[in-house]
């Protein structure tokens, strides 16, 4: 079937459509070489069962059903056949068929005489007609079928229909249903035709780009050959660095193949034994032994704890750089208050501030919508951020923040502009700012700490929040950052004014701290490997009033499970231990049909191990190092449905 196609169709192009269409027909003329003598055999046996004999009284004679089945079966059989294995391929092989298998149908009709069944082998035979992906060879059947319904439901309904009334009217509709599985199929191969075009067009277009690209490297072989002796050694030093430039892809593509691998496990080794510094370190000074331990003590376990929680800020940092790499990092769009984020901010960042003397001011310089939408925790992790780094480098002087709605209609945005009095950023270095792991200058790491991610992390997630963060001044007298972002619609949204704004928003009521004994009668089973972290989260969970029972690794635990004569309430499960680890342990629960809450304890703390934990069978998910007061909600939350909160 000819089809308008998008592009012009070359020479070769046409060369490959003709051939893979003359293998199209040569595979369906075999196909139906094989179905003429199937249906040919079929008809004489349906010959034999319906109607073997006609009885004249007690006289009988051969039925001319069974003559027809055997002869004329036989000759709309044989010629088909013949032409499909002498002539395969051809125009005259695929008519002859498509007429054959017509007039096949008509044949199968009448020897079953004229039962509505028999009618069903129209529509397959046109079905499979369409395997030719010809509309010339559908055409000629659907005429023939339709003559055929036509002229016996004219002059011998009997023979088709096995009633003599209303002979045509039923092969008018009939006629129409052919008709309407004919739309279906003519459509069919219209696409078929059309995809065979564009394979076609795309293998021709393949072959010539290989042809070029053969011709070209041929020609520059030739040209290397001919200046070979006067380029020998240029040349074999050309050899060892093309061979050096191939192992150095290799190896940067299996760095980058391993790059999230090794993130997750650096992460893991590190979070690991942080989970059990930070832990105990919490222990220490919650003990009151503590109270009369001398300050200094005091001091040393909050560095402790100060320079942990420190190196958990500088691997989630690499982590969120690289999951924005790879683009597998998502933001939310949540309804917040911009003013309550930014007070919060100020005062959480105040504190930090009045160690050096410095203030922290917040101004407004056009009404904000009272609610905007957007993504809190990546807009507060992008301010934050820059209060930190003005922090860092500022001595003397004060902080500002500047806060307006710029643009007009749909196109309006939040602008928040962070100004600072410190040291401020030479005009040659700003450039290089936003990149990975870069400070203003080599002295500035060794002088204020810091791995030069923040910055880059925070124009990332400003770009995913709709706007940007550039630079707008640097001086010596300090430097400007401006942060913009999409504060989504706004056609519903009420404003408050600036003088409304600079009254701090109504403080939030303090959560109530946990009560002692909240897991009071709980029996929960901790399968963890690292004995350091045994001890804490036993620690934690029976002080919570919780009984604890421990397994080693997945397969201890597993064999606890079904050991216990007592059930367990909930389990925490580590996912990383040897002989068997909790991703295996898991499902193996779960194919058990164990139902009671598994919660995943583990240091991999990329998204993907997430969804890893939850595809396993855990029913939640926490990351170390282990939070206390969230891992005891996780474990109130998940055992609500069947134990009392005290």
Same mark, same amino acid.
């Given at each position: 079937?000819?089809?308008? %196609?998008?592009?012009?169709?070359?020479?070769?192009?046409? %060369?490959?459509?003709?051939?893979?269409?003359?293998?199209?027909?040569?595979?369906?003329?075999?196909?139906?070489?094989?179905?003429?003598? $199937?249906?040919?055999?079929?008809?004489?046996?349906?010959?034999?069962?319906?109607?073997?004999?006609?009885?004249?009284?007690?006289?009988?004679?051969?039925?001319?059903?069974?003559?027809?089945?055997?002869?004329?079966?036989?000759?709309?059989?044989?010629?088909?056949?013949?032409?499909?294995?002498?002539?395969?391929?051809?125009?005259?092989?695929?008519?002859?068929?498509?007429?054959?298998?017509? @007039?096949?149908?008509?044949?199968?009709?009448?020897?079953?005489?004229?039962?509505?069944?028999?009618?069903?082998?129209?529509?397959?035979?046109?079905?499979?007609?369409?395997?030719? +992906?010809?509309?010339?060879? @559908?055409?000629?059947?659907?005429?023939?079928?339709?003559?055929?319904?036509?002229?016996?439901?004219?002059?011998?309904?009997?023979?088709?229909?096995?009633?003599?009334? $209303?002979?045509?009217?039923?092969?008018?509709?009939?006629?129409?249903?052919?008709?309407?599985?004919?739309?279906?199929?003519?459509?069919?191969?219209?696409?078929?035709?059309?995809?065979?075009?564009?394979?076609? /067009?795309?293998?021709?277009?393949?072959?010539?780009?290989?042809?070029?690209?053969?011709?070209?490297?041929?020609?520059?072989?030739?040209?290397?050959? =001919?200046?070979?002796?006067?380029?020998?050694?240029?040349?074999?030093?050309?050899?060892?660095?093309?061979?050096?430039?191939?192992?150095?892809?290799?190896?940067? %593509?299996?760095? /980058?193949?391993?790059?999230?691998? $090794?993130?997750? /496990?650096?992460?893991?080794?590190?979070?690991?034994?942080?989970?059990?510094?930070?832990?105990?370190?919490?222990? =220490?000074?919650?003990?009151?032994?503590?109270?009369?331990?001398?300050?200094?003590?005091?001091?040393?376990?909050?560095?402790?704890?100060?320079?942990?929680?420190?190196?958990?800020?500088?691997?989630?940092?690499?982590?969120?750089?690289?999951?924005?790499?790879?683009?597998?990092?998502?933001?939310?769009?949540?309804?917040?208050?911009?003013?309550? =984020?930014?007070?919060?901010?100020?005062?959480?960042?105040?504190?930090?501030?009045?160690?050096?003397?410095?203030?922290?001011?917040?101004?407004?310089?056009?009404?904000?919508?009272?609610?905007?939408?957007?993504?809190?925790?990546?807009?507060?992790?992008?301010?934050? /951020?820059?209060?930190?780094?003005?922090?860092?480098?500022?001595?003397?002087?004060?902080?500002?923040?500047?806060?307006?709605?710029?643009?007009?209609?749909?196109?309006?945005? #939040?602008?928040?502009?962070?100004?600072? !009095?410190?040291?401020?950023?030479?005009?040659?270095? +700003? &450039?290089?700012?936003?990149?990975?792991?870069?400070?203003?200058?080599?002295?500035?790491?060794?002088? $204020?700490?810091?791995?030069?991610?923040?910055? !880059?992390?925070? +124009?990332?997630?400003?770009?995913?929040?709709?706007?940007?963060?550039?630079?707008?001044?640097?001086?010596?007298?300090?430097?400007?950052?401006?942060?913009?972002?999409?504060?989504?619609?706004?056609?519903?949204?009420?404003?408050?004014?600036?003088?409304?704004?600079?009254?701090?928003?109504?403080?939030?009521?303090?959560?109530?701290?946990?009560?002692?004994?909240?897991?009071?009668?709980?029996?929960?089973?901790?399968?963890?490997?690292?004995?350091?972290?045994?001890?804490?989260?036993?620690?934690? @969970?029976?002080?919570?009033?919780?009984?604890?029972?421990?397994?080693?690794?997945?397969?201890?635990?597993?064999?606890?499970?079904?050991?216990? &004569?007592?059930?367990?309430?909930? #389990?925490?499960?580590?996912?990383?231990?040897?002989?068997?680890?909790?991703?295996?342990?898991?499902?193996? =629960?779960?194919? &058990?049909?164990?139902?009671?809450?598994?919660?995943?304890?583990?240091?991999?703390?990329?998204?993907?191990? +997430?969804?890893?934990?939850?595809?396993?069978?855990?029913?939640?998910?926490?990351?170390?190092?282990?939070?206390? !007061?969230?891992?005891?909600?996780?474990?109130?939350?998940?055992?609500?449905?069947?134990?009392?909160?005290?």
């Amino acid at each position: 079937m000819q089809l308008s %196609e998008d592009r012009p169709i070359n020479d070769r192009a046409r %060369e490959l459509l003709e051939e893979h269409r003359d293998a199209i027909y040569r595979r369906t003329d075999r196909m139906f070489a094989w179905l003429m003598l $199937f249906q040919w055999l079929a008809g004489i046996v349906l010959a034999v069962w319906i109607s073997p004999y006609s009885w004249a009284g007690r006289s009988f004679f051969v039925h001319p059903h069974l003559w027809s089945a055997v002869f004329l079966g036989g000759l709309l059989s044989s010629l088909p056949i013949f032409l499909a294995y002498f002539l395969p391929g051809r125009n005259i092989t695929r008519l002859t068929i498509a007429v054959a298998q017509g @007039l096949y149908s008509a044949l199968l009709i009448h020897l079953m005489g004229g039962r509505i069944e028999a009618h069903f082998h129209v529509f397959g035979s046109l079905a499979f007609l369409a395997f030719y +992906r010809d509309w010339k060879v @559908l055409s000629a059947a659907t005429l023939v079928i339709a003559t055929d319904h036509l002229v016996r439901g004219i002059f011998w309904p009997e023979s088709i229909y096995g009633i003599s009334m $209303f002979g045509w009217r039923r092969s008018i509709e009939h006629i129409g249903w052919v008709a309407f599985e004919d739309v279906f199929l003519f459509y069919s191969i219209w696409i078929s035709c059309r995809e065979m075009t564009i394979i076609a /067009n795309r293998r021709a277009e393949m072959e010539r780009m290989q042809t070029e690209v053969e011709r070209e490297v041929t020609d520059r072989t030739r040209e290397i050959e =001919l200046q070979r002796l006067v380029l020998q050694e240029s040349h074999e030093r050309l050899e060892r660095q093309t061979v050096e430039l191939k192992k150095a892809i290799e190896a940067s %593509e299996g760095a /980058n193949r391993a790059k999230s691998a $090794f993130l997750a /496990n650096m992460s893991h080794e590190i979070r690991t034994p942080l989970t059990a510094i930070l832990g105990f370190a919490d222990v =220490l000074l919650e003990s009151g032994d503590l109270k009369q331990a001398p300050p200094e003590r005091v001091d040393a376990i909050e560095t402790i704890r100060r320079n942990g929680s420190h190196l958990i800020s500088l691997i989630n940092d690499v982590l969120d750089l690289s999951k924005i790499e790879a683009g597998k990092f998502q933001v939310e769009n949540l309804p917040c208050s911009l003013h309550r =984020l930014l007070c919060d901010l100020r005062h959480l960042m105040l504190v930090r501030a009045e160690e050096k003397k410095l203030a922290i001011n917040i101004q407004y310089e056009t009404a904000i919508p009272d609610m905007i939408l957007t993504d809190p925790t990546r807009l507060r992790q992008i301010v934050m /951020n820059l209060l930190s780094n003005s922090i860092k480098f500022t001595q003397e002087g004060e902080i500002n923040l500047k806060v307006s709605l710029i643009g007009k209609s749909d196109q309006r945005q #939040i602008q928040i502009d962070v100004s600072d !009095t410190g040291i401020g950023i030479s005009d040659e270095m +700003r &450039d290089r700012l936003f990149q990975p792991f870069t400070q203003a200058d080599g002295s500035m790491s060794r002088r $204020f700490g810091g791995t030069g991610l923040g910055l !880059t992390i925070s +124009r990332h997630f400003a770009k995913l929040l709709g706007g940007d963060l550039s630079i707008v001044d640097t001086s010596q007298r300090g430097s400007t950052f401006r942060l913009v972002i999409d504060p989504g619609p706004l056609h519903d949204a009420t404003f408050d004014q600036p003088e409304m704004l600079q009254k701090p928003p109504t403080a939030k009521p303090k959560a109530e701290p946990t009560p002692k004994n909240v897991l009071e009668g709980l029996r929960i089973l901790l399968v963890e490997d690292g004995p350091d972290n045994q001890r804490l989260i036993s620690f934690l @969970l029976k002080k919570a009033g919780a009984q604890v029972e421990l397994a080693e690794n997945g397969e201890q635990g597993y064999m606890r499970v079904h050991e216990s &004569d007592d059930p367990f309430d909930i #389990i925490l499960m580590d996912m990383q231990m040897p002989i068997m680890d909790g991703y295996t342990a898991t499902s193996k =629960l779960r194919a &058990d049909g164990y139902q009671v809450p598994i919660i995943a304890l583990t240091a991999h703390a990329m998204a993907e191990d +997430r969804n890893r934990c939850i595809e396993a069978g855990c029913t939640d998910y926490s990351t170390k190092p282990i939070d206390r !007061t969230k891992l005891i909600e996780l474990i109130r939350f998940h055992v609500q449905p069947t134990w009392a909160n005290p």
